[in-house]
């Protein structure tokens, strides 16, 4: 049986090289000698930390701390750029909180599950059931009308990036799902709370933070359910093609986005290879190691902040 995950989803639909990298092969970066910081790793940290803040009342400048005296644990010998950009994300965090207190942005929602599991059943073309599960951060309900939103947290290098989050198909696939396992309540979309990648010196210049707010109606829902089920007939048929030996050239062809590859993939180095009869499997051994790809760093990031703080075991 086909099981997957939104994250998985994305990444098929980005490039199927990379997805059969990442999710088939289990290829994965060294932890031990890549890079200890970038902007993906600044994200990731400072999502933990208001995680930490939102799901379990955990001061998230201090959740930092904890988290970068983790990283630097683990990769001492990085620790001088490890302290550049924890003082970074302390004043993105630290800014994003006044932000927030003088706009009033949480003022609108209760928080009411947080790292909320789901799981649901989809029915592929061929009559086969696919399992599509993953792990939603937070659901918040909207005091005025009780309807659920998810909401994410996004450090971005512009603040314009907002003009195309209705075209985000994950967060849509997210709350197509909740609203198949929320029986009797009413989904309404996404929100998304972005914080502009900057140290606001006194040459920056603001807005440093936003809110978005992205409705999703009863067709839309339904709509994302088919191309749900359309890219899942697709999933399926590329793994019995590799199954069934099928070179991979053509079973999961890659989509190399020059402007996108080199922060969004792991194998930008090595993705040529594939096709210019290099000795692409010494590459990948020499550079790659076996991972799981669904042990997310946040997730341990996150473990971390509830255990110094006696948070484990917490539900909201």
């Excluded at 924890?86 to 207190?101: E, F, I, K, P, R």
């Amino acid at each position: 049986m086909l099981r997957v995950s939104p994250s998985t989803i994305a990444r098929f639909m980005r490039c199927r090289r990379s997805w059969w990298l990442t999710y088939v092969e289990n290829w994965g970066v060294d932890a031990a000698t890549a890079p200890a910081t970038s902007a993906a790793l600044l994200g990731t940290r400072i999502h933990a930390s208001l995680e930490a803040y939102y799901g379990y009342d955990i001061d998230p400048v201090s959740a930092l701390g904890v988290i970068y005296e983790h990283e630097v644990g683990k990769r001492p010998e990085c620790e001088p750029e490890l302290v550049r950009e924890h003082s970074w994300a302390t004043t993105m965090v630290s800014g994003y909180l006044d932000w927030a207190a003088e706009t009033g942005v949480d003022e609108e929602y209760d928080v009411v599950a947080v790292e909320r599991a789901v799981e649901v059943p989809i029915l592929m073309t061929n009559g086969e059931m696919a399992i599509v599960s993953g792990k939603l951060d937070q659901i918040v309900r909207r005091k005025s009308d009780g309807a659920l939103c998810i909401r994410d947290w996004k450090t971005v290098g512009t603040l314009s990036k907002a003009d195309l989050l209705v075209l985000d198909s994950q967060m849509a696939i997210y709350a197509a799902l909740l609203t198949i396992s929320s029986t009797g309540m009413r989904v309404d979309g996404a929100l998304y709370a972005m914080l502009l990648r900057s140290k606001r010196s006194a040459r920056a210049t603001g807005p440093f933070y936003e809110q978005v707010h992205i409705s999703y109606n009863g067709a839309q829902h339904m709509n994302m359910l088919t191309r749900l089920r359309g890219v899942l007939d697709d999933m399926d048929r590329a793994m019995r093609r590799l199954r069934q030996g099928d070179d991979h050239r053509l079973a999961v062809y890659p989509n190399p986005m020059t402007d996108r590859c080199g922060w969004d993939c792991s194998f930008t180095h090595v993705c040529s290879l594939f096709d210019d009869d290099s000795r692409i499997d010494d590459a990948l051994r020499g550079i790659y190691r076996k991972t799981d790809p669904y042990g997310y760093r946040s997730d341990e990031l996150i473990s971390v902040v509830k255990a110094a703080f006696g948070r484990e075991g917490v539900e909201k």
